[in-house]
Nanobody, 119 residues
Framework: QVQLVESGGGLVQPGGSLRLSCVASGSDFMIYDMGWYRQAPRTQRELVAAITRGDNRNYADSVKGRFTISRDNAKNTVYLQMNSLKPEDTAVYYC?????????????WGQGIQVTVSS
């Protein structure tokens, strides 16, 4: 089973930047897609950005041009560089992955990390 651990969240002023990281750990697994979702209070969890193993990327319209997703397959790590942050980016950010234990297709979620954009 894969465990995901996020880091890099915190408090930042509007216009600032943060870089989130998510490391997948476990044994005998192959990571396929990785992504970041977010959930603000009283809203549904939404996709922010996703990246395939072959580096195809997909972004929510609200973050295009400001956020960049990347990954290091050797380290089983996905990153989210967030620039020009806005108060509406405030949310709990969750890392997600579709992976395989070489038998079954599986999915894992991180525990979530808070990002707060406020002056």
């Amino acid at each position: 089973q894969v465990q995901l651990v996020e880091s890099g969240g915190g408090l930042v002023q509007p216009g600032g930047s943060l870089r989130l990281s998510c490391v997948a750990s476990g044994s005998d697994f192959m990571i396929y897609d990785m992504g970041w979702y977010r959930q603000a209070p009283r809203t549904q969890r939404e996709l922010v950005a996703a990246i395939t193993r072959g580096d195809n990327r997909n972004y929510a319209d609200s973050v295009k041009g400001r956020f960049t997703i990347s990954r290091d397959n050797a380290k089983n790590t996905v990153y989210l560089q967030m620039n020009s942050l806005k108060p509406e980016d405030t949310a709990v950010y969750y890392c997600n992955t579709n992976y395989s234990d070489y038998v079954w297709p599986l999915m894992a979620w991180g525990q979530g990390i808070q990002v707060t954009v406020s002056s």
